[in-house]
């Protein structure tokens, strides 16, 4: 069984920065990242690395701001979120994916608050 525990988040204003951190057991995975769901709107992936090679992929709305990379731990990974904007505000959801999708296991979501 899939599990993922998830760490970090928090309060800031905006243009501040926060770290998130995720770890994934119960099989081999090919790729982990993040989702993100606002107040009353839908989820959104945010971002994405490859396991194997780094390779990362990001929304266009978090560029050059948002940086997610492979820990030391086995299936870890961590997102640092610099110069947050009050429309980053969500609760982030780390996944974990196969070579073509990602499973439907999520993790327990932490929130981001980002006041302006």
């Known amino acids: 069984q899939i599990q993922l525990v998830e760490s970090g988040g928090g309060s800031v204003q905006a243009g501040g920065s926060l770290r998130l951190s995720c770890t994934a057991s119960?099989?081999?995975?090919?790729?982990m990242g993040w989702f993100r769901q606002a107040p009353g709107e839908e989820q959104e992936f945010v971002t994405s690395?490859?396991?194997?090679?780094?390779?990362?992929f990001y929304v266009d709305s978090v560029k050059g701001r948002f940086t997610i990379s492979k820990d030391n731990a086995e299936n870890s990974v961590s997102l640092l979120m610099n110069n947050l904007k009050p429309e980053d505000t969500g609760v982030y959801y780390c996944?974990?994916?196969?070579?073509?999708?990602?499973?439907?296991?999520w993790g327990q979501g932490t929130q981001v608050t980002v006041s302006s």
């Open positions: 996944r974990v994916g196969n070579t073509r999708n990602w499973y439907s296991r």
């Open positions: 690395i490859t396991l194997d090679t780094g390779h990362t």
């Open positions: 119960g099989r081999t995975f090919f790729m």
